[in-house]
């Protein structure tokens, strides 16, 4: 899916972009967080999933809805609007309160630098 393909994975390049991580391989549930921030506002936004379909399908959500977006309201999303928004069972909302750990640990981290 082209949209997957947007939105999933780490950029190609990732110098520049702001990154953050929530959850763990050995939970069974990682999330990174990419953004490119550019005067105040997120130009694009990525998630590596490293859990259920479910929370796939919930990050290239929020991918959608975080671009183009201003900071501010990128820090207001939260988990229950991502599992709302994206009808995530109950047994796989607690996926989107790791995007959205992910997403405020990107929000605060400086950019990533060149090696």
Do not use: M, Y
């Not at 990050?59 to 207001?76: D, N, P, R, S, Y």
Request: charge should be negative.
């Amino acid at each position: 899916d082209d949209v997957d393909k947007e939105s999933l994975g780490s950029p190609g390049d990732p110098v520049g972009w702001q990154h953050g991580v929530a959850g763990s391989v050995r939970d069974n549930r990682r999330i990174d967080c990419w953004l490119e921030v550019v005067d105040g506002g997120i130009r694009a936004a990525r998630f590596e999933v490293f859990a259920s379909d479910e929370a796939r399908r919930a990050a290239v959500w929020t991918v959608q809805w975080l671009q183009g977006q201003a900071i501010a309201q990128a820090e207001g999303l939260t988990g229950l609007a991502i599992a709302e928004a994206t009808n995530l069972p109950d047994a796989s909302r607690s996926d989107a309160l790791c995007i959205e750990d992910a997403l405020r640990a990107a929000l605060a981290a400086p950019p990533t630098e060149g090696g």
